[in-house]
């Protein structure tokens, strides 16, 4: 998570009243913040990676203002009629826009808006690949703005923070800016620039702003911009940009802007809230666990922003806040009911639950995972614990493979873009990262593998798997086959071994773990140029196998 530090004094300014440590020790979690470290003046937090609206003393101020019952809150949008034009950038073809006045800026609030800036660029930006952002002094251009592509070797401007004129070729090939991010607009022949009607540049998005129209502390009014690859992501960055910027405005004014593609198809921005939910009042409660009158609940909902559009027949329709894009369901609304009345206060209140009929009682997945982590450790193995995240390369690439992943459609890193298949490549990663450390490797992990299975409704299956890697100068697949003879005699089970292929691992030394006619699993010694790959010196050798296969074994 994207750990942020602002001055208190500011903090306290846009709240509008001071806090004290305590309040602040409190406050922060019920917005999902965890408090790094308070020293004199200075707060240091982490913010959730889902709520980019956090990333700036802006939006917590916001937020725990809210919290806090203190009015002020509301944003003033207003439709002139203004227009922005995109006359085509097709690989980067969306573009945002809005407006926000009546700024009051320093040195301190320039800094921020400037750090939630290179934060949304470094998080749910993708470090621009996906959007990028600009904030420009409107007092230094006139509207309307043209995103265009243009020749780089005879359109020039002076970049951020340089004293001379370049032309776009030059800005990539000397500017830390374009060193760092040129990459973005390779291949490219003509380069993507906003102007105005003038011809002042205003930047080159995604790579830098213009000198002549950056922010300063005399800056009275701000257009934004977001330029990428997905028309709903540069509206959020607007609209989360937007919203932050007007937190320092004495109006709170924010104006749209709507921009005309190519095709004559409107983008406006920024967005006036996050969308509707309804919900059922009896569903909020017993999901939460109390009962408390109906009140109360209108007041936690708008502890957390929402405003509520309709309310009837114990059913309720509320409006997310314009910036909140972590909001995609009910179940998120209830959520924030619990944060805004306070878990403690529900702890409180579970006394008066309804009484339990019937003992608790350990599901058989679970208690057979349990036997054979005990069984493992007893062998000597030591657990390890790897994400469910993962992504394509460790998962098939490196193998040479091809199978189905379940992919996440909207990832914030690119470390974690599928759910892992199987265990393996996350023992490997072990095996890789602790090589040099010890002679002898013995690890094991129990855990859960989504399967593409088109088979049934969701399309996809969740496996309980135990794996195992084993690495030393002088591993085999016998090492392998005595854990299997020693679990298999702790469990009355009779395997049987049969050949088989597995991409990544020797065919002639890697077998199917099978019990009477229902194969459970495989274990098998790793090819040597899958280890080579991954930077593996020593031989590895591993084993997975279907815990709920097993279950259904032991159920017959």
């Known amino acids: 998570m994207p750990v942020i530090t602002i001055a208190k004094w500011d903090l306290e300014r846009l709240i509008g009243r001071s806090l004290s440590r305590e309040e602040i020790m409190d406050l922060m979690p019920r917005v999902k913040?965890?408090?790094?470290?308070?020293?004199?003046?200075?707060?240091?937090?982490?913010?959730?990676h889902d709520r980019p609206d956090l990333f700036s003393v802006e939006g917590l101020a916001r937020a725990l203002r809210l919290l806090l019952g203190i009015g002020g809150n509301e944003f003033v949008f207003e439709d002139r009629g203004l227009k922005a034009y995109n006359t085509g950038v097709p690989r980067r073809p969306y573009i945002a826009f809005a407006i926000v006045e009546d700024l009051e800026l320093d040195d301190e609030s320039i800094a921020q808006l400037m750090n939630l800036q290179e934060k949304l660029h470094i998080t749910y930006a993708r470090d621009r690949r996906k959007a990028s952002i600009g904030l420009y002094d409107l007092d230094k251009f006139r509207l309307p703005v043209y995103y265009e592509l243009v020749d780089p070797r005879t359109t020039r401007f002076t970049p951020l923070d340089e004293s001379r004129e370049m032309n776009l070729l030059e800005i990539l090939e000397s500017t830390e800016k374009g060193i760092k991010?040129?990459?973005?607009?390779?291949?490219?022949?003509?380069?993507?620039?906003?102007r105005d009607p003038n011809g002042i540049i205003l930047s080159m998005p995604?790579?830098?702003?213009?000198?002549?129209?950056?922010?300063?502390?005399?800056?009275?009014?701000?257009?934004?911009?977001?330029?990428?690859?997905?028309?709903?992501?540069?509206?959020?960055?607007?609209?989360?940009?937007?919203?932050?910027?007007?937190?320092?405005?004495?109006?709170?004014?924010?104006?749209?802007?709507?921009?005309?593609?190519?095709?004559?198809n409107i983008i406006r921005a920024p967005r006036i809230?996050?969308?509707?939910?309804?919900?059922?009042?009896?569903?909020?409660?017993?999901?939460?666990?109390?009962?408390?009158?109906?009140?109360?609940?209108?007041?936690?909902?708008?502890?957390?922003?929402?405003?509520?559009i309709e309310g009837k027949d114990r059913y309720m329709v509320v409006e997310t806040p314009p910036y909140r894009i972590?909001?995609?369901?009910?179940?998120?609304?209830?959520?924030?009911?619990?944060?805004?009345?306070?878990?403690?206060?529900?702890?409180?209140?579970?006394?008066?639950?309804?009484?339990?009929?019937?003992?608790?009682?350990?599901?058989?997945?679970?208690?057979?995972s349990r036997r054979l982590r005990l069984l493992m450790v007893g062998m000597g193995f030591v657990e390890v614990a790897n994400y469910m995240m993962s992504n394509p390369w460790i998962q098939n690439k490196v193998f040479n493979d091809d199978k189905p992943l379940i992919k996440v459609s909207n990832p914030k890193m690119e470390k974690y873009t599928c759910l892992r298949r199987w265990l393996t490549p996350g023992l490997l990663e072990f095996v890789k990262a602790n090589q040099e450390k010890v002679?002898?490797?013995n690890i094991f992990e129990i855990g859960d593998v989504a399967i593409y299975?088109?088979?049934?409704?969701?399309?996809?299956?969740?496996?309980?798997?135990?794996?195992?890697?084993?690495?030393?100068e002088k591993a085999t697949l016998t090492d392998s086959l005595a854990v299997l003879r020693t679990l298999s005699e702790t469990l009355g089970l009779k395997l049987l071994f049969k050949e088989k292929n597995i991409h990544g691992l020797l065919p002639e030394r890697t077998a199917s773990i099978i019990v009477g006619d229902v194969e459970i699993g495989f274990t098998g010694e790793i090819h040597p140029k899958t280890l080579a790959e991954l930077g593996i010196e020593k031989p590895v050798v591993v084993a997975e196998i279907i815990i709920n296969e097993l279950l259904k074994l032991f159920s017959k």
């Open 33 to 48: 913040c965890e408090v790094e470290e308070i020293i004199d003046d200075t707060i240091s937090y982490e913010a959730p």
């Open 181 to 194: 991010y040129r990459h973005l607009l390779e291949g490219w022949e003509k380069l993507p620039v906003i």
């Open 206 to 264: 995604p790579i830098i702003n213009s000198e002549d129209t950056k922010v300063t502390s005399d800056t009275k009014r701000v257009l934004i911009d977001s330029t990428g690859l997905d028309p709903k992501i540069v509206v959020d960055m607007v609209t989360i940009m937007a919203t932050s910027v007007a937190e320092r405005s004495s109006s709170r004014k924010i104006i749209f802007v709507d921009t005309v593609m190519p095709d004559k």
């Open 273 to 308: 809230h996050g969308g509707r939910n309804e919900f059922s009042i009896d569903d909020v409660w017993n999901i939460i666990g109390l009962r408390m009158d109906t009140e109360l609940l209108i007041k936690a909902l708008s502890k957390m922003g929402y405003r509520l």
């Open 326 to 368: 972590d909001v995609l369901g009910w179940i998120d609304v209830v959520e924030d009911i619990a944060m805004a009345i306070g878990y403690e206060v529900i702890g409180e209140a579970g006394t008066v639950l309804p009484p339990s009929y019937h003992t608790g009682r350990m599901h058989p997945i679970e208690f057979l």
């Open 439 to 441: 002679k002898e490797i």
């Open 453 to 472: 299975d088109p088979g049934i409704e969701t399309g996809t299956r969740i496996e309980r798997r135990l794996g195992y890697a084993i690495s030393h």
